[in-house]
């Protein structure tokens, strides 16, 4: 029937708190009301959230679902299961898959495959390259969530470092463009330093260095120079460093504020004392960097300084991941326990769960203009989170439901759960169990 009436709980939405109810039919949230509904919310299966938090379904900007071609790590259909049960409803996935995803048919082909096997709700980059500007200009803003640049290389090495190739993409794309930033002649010249230093048998705790805060900080603000010069729609993905917030404006208008960041889980929660204990398992690009750029980037969430907050879920196996440095592969899997990480920081009074929600349901839903989804709202999509805040757990290999098998929070006792997840009004997730009949659906984007 699929026709829900959560009663008896707590709803977060745009800022505020309300104890009360939401009703769902045919996939929509038909009411939202404060106390108990009327007898007139029948004929639908009574969900007692039990005084816990209903969100909006999260939106997470930024995945690697591996599929096509490196299928070994991940698949879409694997991952996208994994980030139900996280409470993501809605995922934008990254175009260094094999083949690489830098022309409108390779983009096309991952939205069939998405249709056929995502249990949640997809959009997909196209990658630019120093020479696919045509490709880019055929990109349809109302069905795309943006086009991918690459300002350093990364996995995949999908680097575009030819200056008139940059200005054409920052001139012409017709879609706000997502960028990595990190300066390409920085890092070689570190890594240089670094093999110099100690051979092929680098410490993991070396990558902040060689992937430093100058890297990242040159790169972005060329990044925000062009946006600037050509009025672009720029959004900053996975900012790591204290420094690089000054080229950020505070505030969440984003009919205003044409220009944005993101800062991805792994960059809120660890710091480079973590090295010696996580070692490659915790090796990203950007680097995990110092204690002060962790904090600095929790106050910048907190101040609107930084929009939203992502995942960047990149999944490698662990043979792949326990290699020497520079052999070790860059990333790691997140969207499981990307909400249950930001409700611990809630839980140790670092951020509030009207925050979380903010930066990772109504921020990308708002930036990038997701149609009808991001809020708990009536005539909106019904992709909602039940969330426990009081459910101890431990992060093990047996609860971990990515491909990879494997989590760079294993080990960590949380202390918030998600105990149920419905996309597009399907109870897609519900204590522990999936209903794997559910499909996810493509996004849809207000965009001129």
């Known amino acids: 029937m699929d026709n829900y009436l959560i009663r008896n709980a707590k709803i977060v939405n745009n800022g505020t708190i309300t104890h009360g109810f939401v009703l769902v039919r045919g996939g929509i949230i038909r009411a939202v009301g404060a106390g108990e509904p009327g007898v007139e919310q029948e004929l ?10 209903l969100l909006p379904g999260v939106i997470d900007d930024q995945v690697h679902f591996r599929e096509p071609g490196l299928t070994h790590k991940a698949e879409i259909a694997t991952e996208s299961k994994a980030a139900v049960a ?26 069939n495959r998405a249709s056929e096997v995502s249990m949640a709700n997809y959009s997909f980059y196209l990658g630019a390259t120093n020479d696919n500007i045509d490709e880019i200009r055929k990109l349809d803003p109302a069905r795309n969530c943006g086009v991918k640049v690459f300002m350093g290389s990364s996995t995949g090495n999908m680097l575009v470092d030819k200056q008139d190739a940059l200005e054409k993409i920052f001139a012409e794309s017709p879609t706000l463009i997502a960028t990595h ?27 902040p260095v060689i992937r430093s805060e100058e890297a990242c900080y040159l790169s972005s603000a060329l990044a925000v120079k062009l946006a600037k010069k050509h009025q672009t729609r720029l959004h900053v993905l996975h900012i790591s460093t204290a420094r690089e917030l000054e080229l950020f404006q505070q505030g969440t208008d984003f009919g205003k504020k044409v220009i944005t960041a993101e800062v991805c889980i792994h960059h809120l929660w660890f710091s480079d004392e973590d090295y010696e204990r996580k070692g490659t398992l915790i090796k990203w690009n950007p680097a ?161």
């Open 44 to 53: 639908a299966e009574v969900i007692d959230a039990g005084g816990n938090y």
């Open 288 to 448: 995990v960097k110092t204690v002060h750029d962790r904090d600095s980037l929790v106050a910048a969430v907190l101040n609107d300084k930084l929009d939203v907050i992502a995942t960047d879920h990149a999944p490698h196996t662990i043979e792949e991941k326990q290699s020497k440095y520079f052999k070790s592969p860059s990333g790691g899997p997140m969207v499981q326990h990307a909400l249950t990480a930001m409700l611990e920081l809630v839980h140790r009074n670092k951020l509030t769960i009207e925050k979380v929600v903010e930066k990772m349901c109504h921020a990308p839903a708002r930036l990038f203009g997701v149609r009808e989804r991001g809020f708990i709202e009536p005539g909106l999509k019904a992709d909602l989170v039940l969330v426990d805040m009081d459910q101890e757990w431990t992060v093990a290999h047996k609860n971990v439901f990515y491909k990879c098998g494997w989590s760079p929070f294993q080990g960590e006792t949380f202390h918030s759960k998600v105990t149920h997840t419905w996309v597009n009004g399907k109870l897609a997730f519900r204590d522990g169990l999936f209903n794997e009949m559910v499909r996810g659906e493509r996004l849809e984007f207000e965009n001129s």
């Open 86 to 111: 996280g409470g993501i409803t809605s995922f934008m996935e990254m175009p260094n898959t094999k083949p690489q995803t830098t022309s409108i048919e390779e983009l096309e082909k991952k939205y």
């Open 181 to 207: 930033c990190e300066d390409e002649a920085t890092i070689k010249k570190n890594s240089e330093k670094a093999r110099n230093k100690y051979g092929e048998d680098i410490p993991v705790g070396q990558h």
